[in-house]
């Protein structure tokens, strides 16, 4: 299973393409995150029955630059998404992001990719 997951996020070509955004739902239960394919499609990669997540950003070498101002060139920029069973328990999948400037750790029991329409989708500068 996980081998079909991290070949579904391989055949986004996410590599070096602008993270959109990346959204926590439903009190961490569900995050998403959107990357850019083309003008009217993007690809959604939904982390799904989260149990951990751990981040780092680029806070504090940045100063008082502010992510919320920057709009759809937020500098975040896909390098890795790297998937493995989660250590204790194997309906957990253990993901790891490396957007540019900011690493993740998603432990989840599910993860979807789609395409969706940009214009059904509201990102954090909108």
């Known amino acids: 299973m996980i081998d079909e997951l991290q070949n579904k996020i391989d055949e986004t070509k996410y590599w070096d393409l602008l ?6 739902k439903y ?7 959107f990357i ?13 029955s ?10 504090n070498w940045r100063g008082n ?6 709009g759809p060139k937020s500098g975040y920029y896909g390098q890795d998404i790297s998937l493995k069973k989660y250590e204790t328990d194997t309906n957990f999948i253990e993901t790891s992001l490396d ?13 979807l990719v789609e395409e969706v329409e940009l214009k059904d989708t509201t990102f954090f500068w909108e």
Do not use: H, P
Not at 36 to 48: M, P, T
Not at 50 to 59: L, P, Q, S
Not at 65 to 70: A, E, G, I, N, Q
């Open 50 to 59: 989260c149990y951990k997540v751990n981040y780092e950003t680029d806070a």
């Open 36 to 48: 850019e394919k083309n003008d009217n499609v993007c690809w959604k990669i939904s982390f799904l």
């Open 99 to 111: 957007l540019s400037i900011m690493t993740i750790k998603i432990t989840c029991k599910n993860i």
């Open 65 to 70: 630059f502010r992510v919320k101002d920057t």
């Open 19 to 24: 993270i959109l955004d990346l959204q926590v």
């Open 27 to 33: 009190f961490g239960d569900e995050i998403y995150l």
